[in-house]
């Protein structure tokens, strides 16, 4: 029984563990080879204290863990993964997210180079294994011994046993014995050195009473060895019970290569899924030209400080994000963006990390260096994503709990049905369908159906600019049906500009033109509302010289007065022009004609007497009605949601093709104008800036971030979009689509695969048929078919975007 200050201090306590921040951390795991060894690890993650959420990865050979560190700790998560018997490794505290994937591609390529060593050594240990036992073949069925209904057995004894007894007669008066025991030699190093990975994970799977996909090799190979072996030690006693002493080093050995060379496929194969991450980390160059103290010198990256002058020359990488301090260049943003043409820069503009500079030089000062720079943003991004689950994954993860048990039973069911239902066949033909159900069995291409193409597809995705953070957003936007577009900054530029000059008078000199800018940009200098900057960066971008107004006053719904030149100068709308009785009259047609193309006239009368009219406009991008028109193809519905007054929305969306206007909606009222088209039952994407659009991102099905340069608000939605425009949500769309149809392609075949191949190999043909499976042909239909389903998904590298 607790005292009441116990209780007290058990109750803050718990209100502390509240409060506490969770962790999130990303370990490396080694020796994961299928589904199963996934699912066991994540399931052992899951159920320790203190883990909120666990997602391990077989694809990038990681584990994201998610945990209240008040519970538990890193290194407590690292040993519980070890103590399952994988490798597990923390992350290096000092190590930036584009030195960890380097480090990560280094690893994937010498696990690689491994497997196709031993590969190679296995299969052809294998063949040559299989070529000294063809006397012994030859010598058991002279004897009339017992056979094996092996179909590659059968295949040499017809074919290859005439050819090496013309070739190499000297094989068949070896005694037998020399034979089995060279075999024997031969075999143990490949099981001992090539195969020593999956005894030792599946002994560490029996310990921690679960099983994988190494649990059927080893269970296959280890079975065909310990026999051959007895075979080899003691064939008296074969013979003295009617069996012959054959030895089956061969197909172990053989068997071993094939899932080798799977492994090998497989391996290669997923280094070319991350072909995009690793494409992303080679953008950072390792030194940069840093001026410090007017002295220039090369440094390496991780020197890089906030505030450096850095130095670009043609054709170099920028290093780092920063601000042009001076001269002006053409940078390729293509890597981030997917913008293929070039982006000119000047004094004051932005530039990021890994972009190309083409052929001026300029100098920048280094604003964001390190982790928070937008390369390594991006990388961080497309890394999690890469590494996050689809929903549909459950499927596979709800087979694979079972699989490798289910097949252990079918492989004893089917040792004995031989054995009791036809016994003619002789035990070692009930002994070799039974290797045959372990070995053909793979959970491997169910683990891999849905990663593989997670991990393309987000890769894919970042080429053209598009940042997806995972597989569940992945899924969701497959179904969506209507795209919800924020007028200003997504189908606009979010900048208004003048777009028209009207002078009252016929006279349309350049110096009149000039003179109707000076004296409107003279007063407009001075006003803080937001088409004022259109009209006073108009003159400038005219090369004006604008003098200072006086007597300006700002007169509430019509405009501003003040004197400018000296001359009197009126400027806003048509109320202000009726209140000090201006003639307008002239270009009263012309104003609304302005005004139905969305367009906001601005008056303008000079000493009591009009002078013209200047049009602005938020100006629709170049690039929106062909994006627009991407997305009626894919067969969305395109909605417009503005704050605007309806007649200047309905003009921007004839000209750029929406179905519907929703006009006049303040900030807070776009979260209920989603609800509403939800609420007909319509799957919703929204496309918004990422700052005062994200709680209607947030209920959106899924929210589409507009972002521009090195400004992206990673946090606000579901994707995001580098470029500043709105070709990226069509392209989104299809990507998803197209994926979820690999996805299904992948577990479709992963499951029909096995459906088939463990009855065949079981002998479900052969009553029938007369057909069954070799071992060493199920060891190489199994390499073939999680091969198949990494190469399946890696077509999505080619999957058409654009129309």
Aim: contains cysteine.
């Amino acid at each position: 029984m607790l005292t009441a200050s116990e209780n007290l201090k058990e109750a803050k306590n718990r209100d502390v563990r509240k409060e506490v921040t969770p962790e999130r951390v990303t370990i490396s795991v080694t020796g994961m080879t299928c589904a199963a060894c996934q699912s066991f690890i994540q399931r052992t993650l899951t159920g320790q204290a203190g883990v909120k959420d666990a997602t391990v990865n077989l694809m990038l050979n990681n584990a994201t863990v998610t945990f209240d560190p008040s519970l538990t700790s890193t290194e407590a998560l690292v040993e519980n993964i070890r103590q399952t018997g994988y490798g597990a490794e923390a992350p290096l505290l000092d190590e930036s997210v584009l030195e960890e994937q380097e480090r990560n591609d280094e690893e994937q390529l010498r696990e690689y180079k491994q497997l196709r060593l031993k590969a190679i050594v296995s299969l052809t240990a294998g063949l040559v294994a299989m070529v000294l036992s063809m006397p012994l073949m030859s010598m058991s069925r002279a004897g009339g011994m017992e056979q094996m209904h092996d179909p590659l057995m059968s295949w040499n004894m017809r074919v290859l046993d005439p050819i090496l007894r013309t070739l190499m007669p000297w094989m068949y008066v070896v005694s037998d014995n020399a034979i089995r025991w060279s075999l024997f030699g031969l075999s143990l190093v490949i099981v001992v050195w090539a195969g020593r990975r999956f005894y030792t994970k599946a002994w560490s799977a029996l310990l921690h009473k679960t099983a994988d996909m190494n649990t059927l090799v080893a269970l296959g190979t280890g079975a065909a060895f310990l026999y051959s072996t007895a075979s080899t030690i003691a064939p008296g006693f074969f013979l003295a019970h009617g069996i012959a002493p054959d030895v089956y080093y061969e197909a172990g050995m053989l068997i071993i290569g094939l899932v080798l060379v799977g492994n090998t496929l497989e391996s290669r194969a997923k280094g070319q899924t991350v072909n995009a991450l690793r494409k992303l980390v080679q953008l950072q160059p390792k030194t940069a030209t840093v001026i410090r103290d007017g002295v220039e010198s090369k440094l390496p990256i991780e020197s890089l400080q906030n505030g450096d002058l850095i130095l670009v020359r043609p054709g170099e990488r920028v290093p780092t994000d920063g601000e042009v301090i001076s001269g002006r260049s053409s940078v390729d943003e293509s890597m981030l963006t997917g913008e293929s043409l070039p982006v000119e820069k000047n004094a004051r503009d932005r530039v990021m990390g890994g972009t190309l500079n083409q052929h001026g030089s300029f100098q920048y000062r280094a604003t964001t260096v390190g982790a928070g720079s937008t390369l390594a943003q991006i990388v961080r991004l497309l890394r999690d994503a890469q590494g996050s689950r689809a929903p549909i994954q459950r499927i596979a993860d709800r087979i694979s709990a079972i699989f490798v048990p289910s097949v252990l039973a079918i492989a004893i069911v089917t040792f004995f049905a031989w054995h009791i239902f036809s016994p003619g066949a002789g035990i070692m033909q009930a002994f070799a369908a039974a290797v045959t159900v372990l070995v053909i069995a793979c959970p491997c291409a169910m683990g891999l159906a849905v990663p593989t193409a997670v991990m393309v597809a987000t890769g894919r995705g970042a080429t053209f600019g598009i940042l997806i953070k995972g597989g569940e957003a992945l899924q969701r936007m497959e179904k969506i049906d209507t795209v919800i577009l924020d007028k200003t900054g997504t189908i606009t530029a979010g900048r208004p500009q003048v777009t028209d000059l009207l002078l009252a008078e016929s006279d349309s000199a350049r110096e009149s033109e000039d003179n109707l800018i000076l004296h409107a940009a003279s007063l407009e200098r001075a006003s803080e509302h937001p088409l004022a900057e259109a009209v006073t960066r108009y003159a400038q971008e005219r090369g004006l010289s604008v003098p200072i107004a006086t007597d300006f006053e700002s007169m509430s719904g019509l405009g501003i007065v003040g004197i400018a030149n000296e001359n009197a100068v009126l400027i806003g709308n048509l109320s202000l022009m009726q209140k000090y009785s201006i003639a307008y009259d002239t270009l009263h047609a012309a104003s609304k004609r302005l005004a139905e193309e969305g367009k906001t006239p601005l008056w303008i009368a000079i000493n009591g007497k009009l002078a013209g009219i200047i049009a602005v406009a938020d100006t629709v991008k170049p690039t929106s009605t062909g994006a627009i028109r991407q997305m009626h193809a894919e067969g969305l519905r395109v909605v417009m949601l503005t704050g605007d007054n309806e007649r200047t929305a309905k003009a921007i969306a004839r000209a750029v093709g929406v179905d519907e206007v929703i006009a006049g909606v303040l900030p807070s009222g776009k979260v209920d104008a989603v609800k509403r088209i939800q609420q007909e039952g319509r799957i919703v994407a929204m496309v918004g800036d990422g700052v005062n659009d994200a709680p209607a991102l947030a209920q959106a099905d899924v929210g589409l971030t507009m972002a521009s340069g090195s400004d992206i608000a990673m946090e606000a939605g579901d994707v995001t979009l580098m470029r500043s425009d709105l070709t990226g949500v069509a392209m989104a769309i299809a990507l998803s689509r197209g994926t979820m149809r690999v996805m299904r392609q992948n577990l479709f075949w992963a499951f029909l695969y096995n459906v088939i191949g463990i009855p065949v190999a079981a002998g479900a043909l052969y009553p029938a048929f007369g057909l069954l499976l070799s071992p060493v042909l199920a060891s190489a239909a199994m390499a073939f078919s999680s091969f198949s389903v990494v190469t399946n998904s890696l077509r999505l590298r080619r999957l058409k975007l654009t129309s």
